[in-house]
C-alpha cells in the first residue's frame, strides 16, 4: 500500500469511526451514568475518575504539567513516587497533551482526546494496510480495535499505546515503500512514545541487506544505511534533554532500576519472585508467544520480510522482560501479527466466534479499568492545563 492511497471518502471514514469509538462509548458509558452495578460487576461512585486515574495515564499528566520540572513535580507531587521516576514515561504524548490543554482546558480530556484522535487515525491506517489481505477489512479493524482486549483497555484511557503503534506501522509501511528518510524520522517519533521500540531498528537493517542481497546492489543505497542512525540520535537528544532537566544523562535506565524493569534472563515472566510478575497465573504467556512466533514463521513463508523480522526480533526481547503485562509491551507488533492472520476475518467460523467472545472482551475491559487505579486522592494539582 502507500499513504496516498488512504480512502478519505465520507462514508469510509464514517464506518471507520463507527468502529473506533462505538465500542468505546459502551465501556465509558456505565461510569459516566455512575452506575453501582453492571450485571455482576459492582461499580464504584467515582464515575469517569475511574477512566482518568487509571495507570500510567495520571503519570503523564504530570509530565505533561511540569515538563519533567523536578521542583514542579515535588510540588504537586501525588503519590510517594520520586520525582526523576516521571523520566520513565516519554515525551511525546505528555507534549501532544499539553498542545490540546490549549484548546481542552481539563488536562485529562486533553488527554483522552488525544488518544482517541490516535485510535481514530490508528484504524484509518490498519484498513489501508489490511484491505488487501482479506475480503473483510471493516470486520478486521473491528477486530484489531476490540483485541487484544489489554490493548483495547488503552484505547478508553490516558495511555501512549495508539500513538505507539500509528507510528510504528506508519514508519514500517513508508518503509516498505522506500520513503526511507520519512520513515526513520517516524520511527524515531515511536520511539519518543516508549523507549523499547528502539529494538525494532535492526529489522529495518535487515530488510534493507535481504533486498541488497536479492537485488543489484547500487553504492548510492548505501545511504539508506544512514538513515538508521537518526533513531539512535533521537535516544542520545531524549537521554541530553534528560540531563538538563535533571543532571544525569543516565537516569532513564536508573529509574528503570530503581522500577525493578530491566531485563533479564529469556523467558523471566515466569518467576513468581519478580517484583512485576507475582503470581503463577500466567499460562496466557505461553499463548501469546505461540502466537507471535507463528506468525513470524507464516510472514518469512510468505517472504514479508520486514514485518517477519519485526515479529521475531520484537518476540524475542519481550522474552526477556521479567512483567506481567507482557501483551500490553507487544503493542508495537500487534499490527504485525494480524497481517500474518489476515486471512481467518474470511471465515465465517472466525467471525461468529469473535462475535460470542465479545461480552468476555466486554467484561474485563471494565472490571481491568475498574481495578487498575492509582492513588490520587486530589485531582486539583491536574484538573486544568494552566
Known amino acids: 500500500m502507500t499513504i496516498k492511497s488512504i480512502n478519505l471518502n465520507l462514508r469510509h471514514l464514517l464506518i471507520i469511526f463507527l468502529i473506533t469509538f462505538l465500542p468505546i462509548v459502551f465501556v465509558l458509558l456505565p461510569f459516566y451514568l455512575k452506575l453501582d452495578q453492571l450485571l455482576f460487576l459492582k461499580l464504584n461512585n467515582k464515575g469517569l475518575i475511574n477512566i482518568y486515574q487509571n495507570w500510567d495515564g495520571p503519570n503523564y499528566l504530570i509530565v505533561a504539567k511540569t515538563n519533567y520540572d523536578l521542583e514542579k513535580i515535588r510540588y504537586m507531587l501525588i503519590t510517594n513516587t520520586p520525582e526523576a521516576y516521571f523520566t ?23 488527554g483522552l482526546f488525544v488518544n482517541f484522535v490516535f485510535s481514530f487515525l490508528l484504524n484509518l491506517l490498519f484498513f489501508e494496510f489490511i484491505k488487501s489481505k482479506t475480503n473483510h477489512p471493516y470486520f478486521a479493524v473491528f477486530v484489531f480495535t476490540l483485541f487484544p482486549a489489554r490493548i483495547f483497555v488503552t484505547r478508553n484511557i490516558i495511555a501512549p499505546e495508539p500513538i505507539l503503534m500509528f507510528l510504528t506501522l506508519l514508519s514500517f509501511i513508508l518503509s516498505e515503500n522506500k520513503r526511507l528518510f520519512k520513515s526513520a524520522i517516524v520511527f524515531s517519533l515511536s520511539v519518543l512514545t516508549k523507549l523499547q521500540n528502539i529494538v525494532l531498528l535492526p529489522a529495518f537493517f535487515l530488510y534493507y541487506v535481504t533486498n541488497d542481497l536479492t537485488h543489484r546492489f547500487k553504492k548510492q543505497n548505501i545511504i539508506k544505511y544512514s538513515f538508521l542512525f537518526i533513531p539512535s540520535a533521537t535516544v542520545v537528544l531524549l537521554f541530553y534533554f534528560y540531563y538538563l532537566k535533571t543532571g544525569d544523562f543516565f537516569i532513564y535506565f536508573r529509574v528503570q532500576r530503581l522500577n525493578n524493569l530491566q531485563m533479564s534472563l529469556p523467558f523471566s515472566q515466569f518467576d513468581k519472585t519478580a517484583v512485576w510478575v507475582g503470581n503463577i497465573w500466567l499460562e496466557e504467556i505461553i499463548f501469546y508467544y505461540l502466537i507471535f512466533f507463528l506468525a513470524g514463521i507464516i510472514l518469512i513463508k510468505q517472504k514479508n520480510y520486514l514485518y517477519a523480522s519485526a515479529i521475531l526480533i520484537y518476540t524475542t526481547f519481550l522474552t526477556t522482560l521479567p512483567h506481567n503485562d507482557i501483551i500490553r509491551f507487544s503493542a508495537s507488533i500487534i499490527p504485525f501479527v494480524y497481517l500474518a492472520f489476515a486471512k481467518l476475518f474470511d471465515k465465517k467460523e472466525f467471525r461468529l466466534a469473535f462475535i460470542l467472545t465479545l461480552p468476555a472482551i466486554y467484561f474485563f475491559t471494565v472490571n481491568f479499568i475498574l481495578n487498575n487505579q492509582a492513588g490520587i486522592a486530589d485531582w486539583s494539582f491536574l484538573w486544568f492545563s494552566k
Open 88 to 110: 520513565a514515561h516519554l515525551p511525546l504524548y505528555p507534549f501532544l497533551i499539553k498542545i490540546a490543554g490549549v484548546v481542552i482546558p481539563i488536562l485529562p480530556i486533553a
